[in-house]
Each structure stands twice: as C-alpha cells, then as structure tokens.
C-alpha cells in the first residue's frame, strides 16, 4: 500500500478555489510544486504511487498524485518541493480537524476517490457536508 502526506489548503474555501490558485501557479512556473520547509523521510515510499491530500475548511476533498520530490533554495534557504500532478482528484469528504505542516497518510485511511460523473460530486460542497456530518454520505 503506498504512503501519502495530508496538508491543509490553508486560505481556500473550496475546491473551485483551489483549482484556481493551482492553475494560475502552473502558468507562472509550467509546473505545480508546493514548497515546504521539512523534507519527508519516506519519500521513496511516497513516490511509489502516494499522493498529497487536501484539508479544505475542515474535510479532506481532493488528493494529487506526487511526482518528484527535490530540495530548493526558497527565500535564502533550504526547502523542499513537492512537485504535483495537475490533476485534482475529488475524493469523498472525510472529517478532518486541523493540524501543523503536513502529516503522513497510510493507504488504507485514505478516502475513496469520488467516481467520475457522480452525482454527489455535482453537490454543492456545503451539502455534501451537512449530509457527511449526518452519516447519510
């Protein structure tokens, strides 16, 4: 089972913000990266398969497929980027509370990924929640 990292998408209200801040950052750099101060330890095990999951205001909502991971100079010192697949995937809303930085995600406490044309992924995203936190999705 392949590992992955959860982050909060801190200053985003949803998924269409999201995807917007993401696009235009693709345009200006012609790749997606998100860099952060630690490197993971495990990051072999990450890039074999492992994606970085997205907290937006309290649920998970959306993962992208890790692609490389490489030290950088940001701001006069040493980081790492996480380099990104493009693609957002939407997966089903999990509860998550809010933490530091970002955490490792073992495979089977990930969510399933919203099949493609589902009708709940058409949902207004404060809906899908409510129902969520009613146990009815």
């Given at each position: ?75 006069g ?20 509370r ?36 009613l146990?009815?999705?």
């Open positions: 089972m392949a590992l992955h990292l959860i982050k909060l998408a801190v200053g985003a209200e949803s998924v269409a913000d999201m995807a917007a801040w993401q696009k235009q950052r693709l345009k200006a750099r012609g790749e997606l990266l998100h860099i952060t101060r630690m490197a993971p330890k495990h990051a072999d095990e990450l890039l074999k398969g492992g994606s970085l999951y997205w907290v937006v205001k309290g649920f998970i909502r959306m993962r992208q497929k890790l692609v490389e991971i490489r030290p950088i100079m940001h701001k010192s040493a980081h790492t980027a996480l380099v990104l697949d493009p693609k957002l995937v939407l997966v089903r809303p999990t509860p998550r809010a933490f530091q930085g970002w955490r490792y995600l073992e495979g089977k406490d990930t969510p399933r990924d919203l099949p493609k044309g589902a009708a709940d992924s058409a949902m207004p995203e404060e809906m899908r929640d409510k129902l969520v936190e146990g009815l999705l």
